[in-house]
């Protein structure tokens, strides 16, 4: 699985900063949708053609995600998602994530 924008081995070193913390407000439905895409490494751009809607719509889903989860970037977001099983994905980052 193709996770752009970071370093080899940062993605375990994020993980190990992100506490495994209970999530006040569940994501929607449509907030998954579009981290599982981040996951992927889709930009926003991509994930609005994608979905059908405007790229304004993906950065304010990805705004309240980042809120919900109490993370300071999308990567972030990703980790603390599995982290706290509301996202699950499969492949080579997941074995990370799990680790």
Do not use: N, W, Y
């Amino acid at each position: 699985m193709m996770c752009t924008g970071l370093e080899e081995g940062s993605v375990i070193t994020l993980l190990d900063a992100v506490a495994a913390e209970p999530v006040e407000e569940p994501l929607t439905p449509r907030e998954l949708e579009i981290l599982a895409m981040v996951s992927e490494g889709l930009t926003s751009k991509r994930i609005a053609r994608r979905l059908g809607i405007a790229f304004s719509t993906v950065r304010t889903h990805l705004e309240r995600t980042r809120s919900k989860l109490g993370a300071r970037s999308r990567a972030e977001a990703v980790a603390r998602a599995v982290r706290t099983g509301q996202l699950q994905i499969d492949g080579e980052l997941a074995e990370h994530m799990t680790r």
